[in-house]
């Protein structure tokens, strides 16, 4: 049976055997028969890391360092609330800091961003993830909206069904309206800056088919 620690665009976390591309984690969450209690995190550091660190291999959900979480892409990952690791992936932390700094003219340490990263995830005194509302026109690569009631990626002029183990149907992305944001509001900021995230293979398998038909 598959253990709870994938993380959804909406960030709930379940249980589903695919794994996905980036690993990170929010703190100490896990109890010691490997499921769940209530908490949802431990601390406000919440990142994204590379599934492959120097070879180094770890049962998951085992040890009370770290609860491991997994994420389809990192598109997932920031829709969620989570960062670049500023350890085993430096220079995207290196480019997700410098994005931010552009956008907010100051450039941050790891708690400044983490404190402004929570308000900005979680809706006060739940759980629940903090959605807003803007145009949908305006959104950059690599956010995530909630569009006919499921999770969908933006990718340039398109929209990307989420699935579990990869992107499914693609549709044409409204010219105008508003849609419900999943990714939060900083991190927007960030991916209008010229942060580039990395995405799940079926992103680009998708997008290669749309310019092959010309559309």
């Avoid at 209690?37 to 085992?62: E, F, N, P, Y």
């Avoid at 145009?135 to 929209?159: F, K, N, Q, Y």
């Avoid at 900021?189 to 749309?210: F, W």
Wanted: aromatic share 6%.
């Amino acid at each position: 049976m598959p253990l709870q620690n994938r993380v959804l665009p909406t960030g709930e976390i379940v249980a589903i055997p695919d794994r996905g591309t980036l690993t990170g984690n929010r703190g100490i969450i896990h109890r010691r028969d490997q499921t769940l209690g209530t908490a949802r995190w431990s601390h406000h550091a919440w990142i994204c890391c590379t599934l492959d660190w120097q070879g180094r291999k770890r049962q998951v959900m085992t040890g009370r360092n770290w609860t491991e979480l997994f994420f389809l892409d990192e598109a997932v990952a920031l829709a969620a609330g989570h960062r670049p690791c500023g350890y085993c992936r430096r220079d995207a932390y290196a480019s997700f800091v410098t994005a931010w700094t552009n956008q907010t003219g100051a450039r941050p340490k790891a708690p400044e961003m983490d404190k402004v990263l929570h308000a900005a995830r979680i809706m006060p005194g739940t759980r629940a993830q903090l959605r807003h509302r803007t145009r949908i026109d305006a959104l950059p690569t690599g956010a995530m909206i909630w569009h006919g009631g499921s999770a969908h990626l933006v990718l340039e002029d398109r929209l990307l069904c989420y699935g579990p183990d990869g992107y499914g149907a693609m549709i044409s992305r409204p010219k105008s309206g508003s849609a419900a944001v999943l990714t939060p509001e900083p991190i927007i900021n960030v991916l209008r800056e010229g942060y580039t995230p990395l995405l799940h293979p079926s992103a680009a398998k998708l997008r290669q088919c749309h310019r092959l038909r010309g559309n």
